[in-house]
């Protein structure tokens, strides 16, 4: 079992920049891929972001690519995302979640243990 924990959330401003930490447990997270999904309301979960084990491969939604950044702390067992430029549309409840596989992946149904979110809201 794997728990994890959103922070970092909140209300911005367009054009501001957020980050958001994902803490995990557990002495294996370093073999775990890792990932961020967001779902607005009335909408599905959605990819944003995901990084492979050792953190050498990263992959982004192309609505984000240039402006998101996903990074991992193994040593601190924890994930980021670092968000720049942000939009009205980026306003959503922040997931993240990890997976066994250790390439990472762009679909949901590949991770194992999912964080309780974060409500990340941009607006004027």
């Known amino acids: 079992q794997v728990q994890l924990v959103e922070s970092g959330g909140g209300r911005v401003q367009p054009g501001d920049s957020l980050r958001l930490s994902c803490a995990a447990s557990?002495?294996?997270?370093?073999?775990?891929?890792m990932g961020w999904f967001r779902q607005a309301p009335g909408k599905e979960r959605e990819f944003v972001a995901t990084?492979?084990?050792?953190?050498?491969?990263?992959g982004y939604a192309d609505s984000v690519e240039g402006r998101f950044t996903i990074s991992r702390d193994n040593a601190k067992n924890t994930v980021y995302l670092q968000m720049n430029s942000l939009k009205p549309e980026d306003t959503a409840v922040y997931y993240c979640?990890?997976?066994?596989?250790?390439?990472?992946?762009?679909?949901?149904?590949?991770?194992?243990?999912w964080g309780q979110g974060t409500q990340v809201t941009v607006s004027s």
């Open positions: 557990g002495r294996t997270f370093s073999t775990y891929a």
């Open positions: 990084i492979s084990w050792s953190g050498g491969s990263t």
């Open positions: 979640a990890a997976s066994r596989t250790s390439y990472g992946s762009s679909y949901s149904q590949d991770y194992d243990y």
